[in-house]
Protein backbone atom coordinates (compact mmCIF):
# COMPACT_ATOMS: atom_id res chain seq x y z
CA UNK A 1 0.00 0.00 0.00
CA UNK A 2 1.86 3.53 -0.73
CA UNK A 3 1.32 6.52 2.19
CA UNK A 4 0.22 9.72 1.22
CA UNK A 5 2.30 12.57 2.20
CA UNK A 6 1.69 14.36 4.68
CA UNK A 7 2.25 18.23 3.84
CA UNK A 8 2.81 19.01 8.25
CA UNK A 9 5.74 16.30 8.04
CA UNK A 10 7.53 17.95 5.32
CA UNK A 11 10.97 20.01 5.91
CA UNK A 12 10.31 23.33 6.49
CA UNK A 13 11.87 24.62 3.12
CA UNK A 14 9.46 22.02 1.12
CA UNK A 15 6.64 23.42 3.44
CA UNK A 16 7.52 27.24 2.43
CA UNK A 17 8.03 26.37 -1.32
CA UNK A 18 4.09 24.28 -1.33
CA UNK A 19 2.84 27.90 0.96
CA UNK A 20 4.09 30.63 -1.60
CA UNK A 21 2.81 27.84 -4.89
CA UNK A 22 -0.25 27.93 -3.10
CA UNK A 23 -0.29 31.51 -3.01
CA UNK A 24 0.32 32.04 -6.78
CA UNK A 25 -2.00 29.52 -8.28
CA UNK A 26 -4.53 31.33 -6.42
CA UNK A 27 -3.71 34.48 -7.74
CA UNK A 28 -3.07 33.39 -10.93
CA UNK A 29 -6.55 31.66 -11.36
CA UNK A 30 -8.29 34.99 -10.92
CA UNK A 31 -6.36 35.99 -14.16
CA UNK A 32 -8.79 33.55 -16.07
CA UNK A 33 -11.99 35.31 -15.49
CA UNK A 34 -10.51 39.15 -15.70
CA UNK A 35 -9.22 37.88 -19.09
CA UNK A 36 -12.48 36.29 -20.18
CA UNK A 37 -11.08 33.05 -20.47
CA UNK A 38 -13.51 30.87 -18.45
CA UNK A 39 -17.77 30.45 -17.38
CA UNK A 40 -18.29 29.22 -14.54
CA UNK A 41 -15.75 26.91 -12.91
CA UNK A 42 -14.40 25.54 -16.22
CA UNK A 43 -10.72 25.75 -16.46
CA UNK A 44 -7.66 25.62 -14.21
CA UNK A 45 -4.06 26.70 -13.51
CA UNK A 46 -1.36 24.70 -11.66
CA UNK A 47 2.29 24.46 -10.98
CA UNK A 48 4.78 22.10 -9.58
CA UNK A 49 6.29 23.05 -6.58
CA UNK A 50 9.85 23.80 -6.66
CA UNK A 51 12.40 24.31 -3.64
CA UNK A 52 15.24 26.34 -3.29
CA UNK A 53 17.53 25.30 -0.66
CA UNK A 54 20.62 27.15 -1.87
CA UNK A 55 21.42 25.80 -5.37
CA UNK A 56 18.84 27.33 -7.04
CA UNK A 57 14.95 26.26 -7.64
CA UNK A 58 15.17 22.41 -7.88
CA UNK A 59 11.43 20.04 -8.99
CA UNK A 60 9.96 18.23 -6.73
CA UNK A 61 7.27 15.34 -6.72
CA UNK A 62 4.40 17.55 -6.14
CA UNK A 63 2.18 20.36 -7.59
CA UNK A 64 -0.65 22.45 -6.83
CA UNK A 65 -4.14 22.84 -8.51
CA UNK A 66 -7.28 24.03 -7.95
CA UNK A 67 -10.51 22.31 -6.06
CA UNK A 68 -12.77 20.79 -8.80
CA UNK A 69 -16.31 22.64 -8.93
CA UNK A 70 -15.23 25.78 -6.88
CA UNK A 71 -16.23 29.03 -7.80
CA UNK A 72 -13.31 31.10 -8.92
CA UNK A 73 -14.67 33.82 -5.86
CA UNK A 74 -13.98 31.08 -3.48
CA UNK A 75 -10.53 30.25 -4.45
CA UNK A 76 -7.53 30.89 -2.06
CA UNK A 77 -4.09 30.05 -0.80
CA UNK A 78 -6.52 28.04 1.71
CA UNK A 79 -8.31 25.80 -0.28
CA UNK A 80 -5.90 25.03 -3.48
CA UNK A 81 -5.15 21.35 -3.68
CA UNK A 82 -1.26 19.91 -3.50
CA UNK A 83 -1.20 16.59 -5.40
CA UNK A 84 1.66 14.18 -6.28
CA UNK A 85 2.89 13.63 -9.76
CA UNK A 86 0.73 10.54 -10.07
CA UNK A 87 -1.88 12.51 -9.90
CA UNK A 88 -2.72 12.09 -6.26
CA UNK A 89 -4.12 14.45 -3.56
CA UNK A 90 -1.46 14.23 -0.67
CA UNK A 91 -2.57 15.20 3.31
CA UNK A 92 -2.71 18.81 1.97
CA UNK A 93 -4.25 20.03 5.23
CA UNK A 94 -7.65 20.70 3.19
CA UNK A 95 -10.73 19.15 3.78
CA UNK A 96 -10.90 15.37 2.37
CA UNK A 97 -13.81 16.00 0.49
CA UNK A 98 -12.05 18.97 -1.23
CA UNK A 99 -11.01 16.99 -4.66
CA UNK A 100 -8.74 18.30 -6.94
CA UNK A 101 -9.40 19.77 -10.62
CA UNK A 102 -11.23 17.15 -13.13
CA UNK A 103 -7.77 17.64 -14.61
CA UNK A 104 -5.28 16.43 -12.60
CA UNK A 105 -4.73 13.48 -14.16
CA UNK A 106 -3.59 15.66 -17.51
CA UNK A 107 -1.60 17.85 -15.43
CA UNK A 108 -0.17 15.15 -13.82
CA UNK A 109 0.63 13.81 -16.73
CA UNK A 110 2.50 16.61 -18.78
CA UNK A 111 4.83 17.17 -15.49
CA UNK A 112 5.98 13.83 -15.36
CA UNK A 113 6.44 13.32 -19.22
CA UNK A 114 7.71 17.41 -19.62
CA UNK A 115 10.79 18.06 -17.78
CA UNK A 116 10.66 21.66 -18.57
CA UNK A 117 7.13 22.43 -17.64
CA UNK A 118 6.70 23.84 -14.60
CA UNK A 119 2.63 25.24 -15.58
CA UNK A 120 -0.15 23.62 -16.99
CA UNK A 121 -3.14 25.68 -17.93
CA UNK A 122 -6.81 24.60 -19.05
CA UNK A 123 -9.51 27.11 -20.35
CA UNK A 124 -12.30 26.35 -22.90
CA UNK A 125 -12.03 30.43 -24.17
CA UNK A 126 -14.35 30.79 -26.62
CA UNK A 127 -12.43 31.39 -29.76
CA UNK A 128 -9.38 28.73 -29.16
CA UNK A 129 -12.43 26.26 -28.41
CA UNK A 130 -14.34 27.13 -31.95
CA UNK A 131 -11.16 26.38 -34.13
CA UNK A 132 -10.70 22.94 -31.39
CA UNK A 133 -14.57 22.12 -32.11
CA UNK A 134 -13.84 22.39 -35.79
CA UNK A 135 -10.35 20.48 -35.43
CA UNK A 136 -8.59 23.00 -37.57
CA UNK A 137 -4.69 24.70 -36.07
CA UNK A 138 -4.90 28.37 -36.22
CA UNK A 139 -2.69 29.26 -38.53
CA UNK A 140 0.51 31.45 -38.48
CA UNK A 141 -0.69 34.75 -39.38
CA UNK A 142 0.26 37.07 -36.79
CA UNK A 143 3.48 38.02 -35.94
CA UNK A 144 1.97 37.56 -31.99
CA UNK A 145 1.63 34.04 -33.28
CA UNK A 146 5.24 33.78 -34.44
CA UNK A 147 6.54 35.42 -30.85
CA UNK A 148 4.73 33.38 -28.56
CA UNK A 149 3.68 29.97 -30.68
CA UNK A 150 6.94 29.68 -32.98
CA UNK A 151 3.87 28.43 -35.79
CA UNK A 152 0.66 27.08 -35.83
CA UNK A 153 -1.12 26.67 -32.96
CA UNK A 154 -2.16 22.55 -33.25
CA UNK A 155 -4.62 20.38 -32.57
CA UNK A 156 -4.52 17.39 -30.66
CA UNK A 157 -6.62 14.03 -30.56
CA UNK A 158 -9.89 13.62 -29.15
CA UNK A 159 -9.58 12.22 -25.35
CA UNK A 160 -12.19 11.58 -23.01
CA UNK A 161 -11.76 13.43 -19.64
CA UNK A 162 -10.55 11.61 -16.05
CA UNK A 163 -7.57 9.31 -17.29
CA UNK A 164 -3.74 9.94 -19.08
CA UNK A 165 -5.40 10.05 -22.27
CA UNK A 166 -5.80 14.49 -22.27
CA UNK A 167 -2.16 14.07 -21.25
CA UNK A 168 -0.76 11.43 -23.72
CA UNK A 169 -2.32 13.99 -26.16
CA UNK A 170 -0.76 16.78 -24.92
CA UNK A 171 2.45 15.68 -24.47
CA UNK A 172 2.46 13.95 -28.29
CA UNK A 173 1.32 17.28 -29.58
CA UNK A 174 3.55 19.00 -27.64
CA UNK A 175 6.42 17.23 -27.46
CA UNK A 176 8.29 18.48 -30.69
CA UNK A 177 6.60 21.66 -31.20
CA UNK A 178 7.42 25.30 -30.50
CA UNK A 179 3.87 26.46 -29.53
CA UNK A 180 2.66 26.38 -25.75
CA UNK A 181 -0.49 25.50 -26.67
CA UNK A 182 -2.61 22.39 -28.12
CA UNK A 183 -6.25 22.66 -28.60
CA UNK A 184 -7.31 19.74 -27.58
CA UNK A 185 -10.12 18.57 -30.21
CA UNK A 186 -13.55 19.10 -29.67
CA UNK A 187 -12.48 20.66 -26.22
CA UNK A 188 -10.21 23.11 -25.81
CA UNK A 189 -7.16 24.70 -24.92
CA UNK A 190 -4.18 23.29 -22.90
CA UNK A 191 -0.98 25.57 -21.71
CA UNK A 192 2.31 24.56 -21.03
CA UNK A 193 5.05 27.38 -19.54
CA UNK A 194 8.30 26.83 -17.47
CA UNK A 195 5.71 28.03 -14.78
CA UNK A 196 2.10 28.57 -14.03
CA UNK A 197 2.50 32.40 -14.94
CA UNK A 198 3.57 31.72 -18.22
CA UNK A 199 1.45 29.18 -18.85
CA UNK A 200 -1.64 31.88 -18.15
CA UNK A 201 0.07 34.17 -20.34
CA UNK A 202 0.17 31.51 -22.89
CA UNK A 203 -3.82 30.92 -22.58
CA UNK A 204 -4.34 34.49 -22.85
CA UNK A 205 -2.02 35.19 -25.96
CA UNK A 206 -4.22 31.94 -27.71
CA UNK A 207 -7.48 33.41 -27.31
CA UNK A 208 -6.44 36.54 -28.49
CA UNK A 209 -4.85 35.24 -31.94
CA UNK A 210 -7.88 32.99 -32.02
CA UNK A 211 -10.48 35.48 -32.30
CA UNK A 212 -7.94 37.92 -34.93
CA UNK A 213 -7.36 35.35 -37.24
CA UNK A 214 -11.25 34.19 -36.89
CA UNK A 215 -12.02 37.63 -37.75
CA UNK A 216 -9.47 38.35 -40.05
CA UNK A 217 -10.93 35.50 -42.18
CA UNK A 218 -14.57 36.95 -42.08
CA UNK A 219 -12.92 39.92 -44.57
CA UNK A 220 -11.39 37.69 -46.89
CA UNK A 221 -7.94 35.79 -47.63
CA UNK A 222 -4.98 35.74 -44.98
CA UNK A 223 -1.66 35.46 -45.58
CA UNK A 224 0.49 33.30 -43.40
CA UNK A 225 3.83 34.37 -42.14
CA UNK A 226 6.85 32.50 -43.95
CA UNK A 227 8.39 30.57 -41.67
CA UNK A 228 11.88 31.61 -41.76
CA UNK A 229 10.28 35.09 -40.61
CA UNK A 230 8.14 33.23 -37.91
CA UNK A 231 11.71 31.70 -36.80
CA UNK A 232 13.12 35.21 -36.33
CA UNK A 233 10.30 36.60 -35.02
CA UNK A 234 9.98 34.06 -32.07
CA UNK A 235 13.80 34.12 -31.41
CA UNK A 236 13.51 37.74 -30.74
CA UNK A 237 10.44 37.83 -28.62
CA UNK A 238 12.13 34.74 -26.03
CA UNK A 239 15.73 35.83 -26.45
CA UNK A 240 15.43 39.97 -26.37
CA UNK A 241 12.02 41.05 -25.58
CA UNK A 242 11.20 42.44 -22.36
CA UNK A 243 13.16 42.74 -19.20
CA UNK A 244 16.27 40.12 -18.59
O1 LIG B 1 -13.37 20.12 -19.33
C1 LIG B 1 -13.76 20.01 -18.22
C2 LIG B 1 -14.99 19.21 -17.94
O2 LIG B 1 -15.45 18.62 -19.13
C3 LIG B 1 -13.04 20.63 -17.09
O3 LIG B 1 -11.98 21.40 -17.62
C4 LIG B 1 -13.87 21.48 -16.20
O4 LIG B 1 -14.60 22.38 -16.93
C5 LIG B 1 -13.05 22.19 -15.15
O5 LIG B 1 -13.23 21.47 -14.08
P1 LIG B 1 -12.63 21.61 -12.65
O6 LIG B 1 -11.21 22.11 -12.81
O7 LIG B 1 -13.48 22.59 -11.88
O8 LIG B 1 -12.75 20.20 -12.17
Redesign the pocket.
Known amino acids: MTTVPVLAELDDALQAAVAATRERVAALHAELPRWGLVV ?5 VSERVTVDRGNGPEPTDLFV ?6 SYDELSAENMVVCTLEGTKIADGTPEHLV ?5 AAHAYVYRHMEGVGGVV ?3 STYATAWAARREPIPCALTMMGDEFGGEIPIGPFAL ?1 GDDSIGRGIVETLRDSKSPAVLMAN ?2 PFTIGKDARAAVKAAVMCEEVAKTVHVARQGGEIHLIPQDLVDRLNDRYQNVYGQH
Do not use: E, L
Not at 40 to 44: F, L, P, S, V
Not at 100 to 104: A, L, N, R
Open positions: WTAGNIKPSGVPSSDTHTHIHG
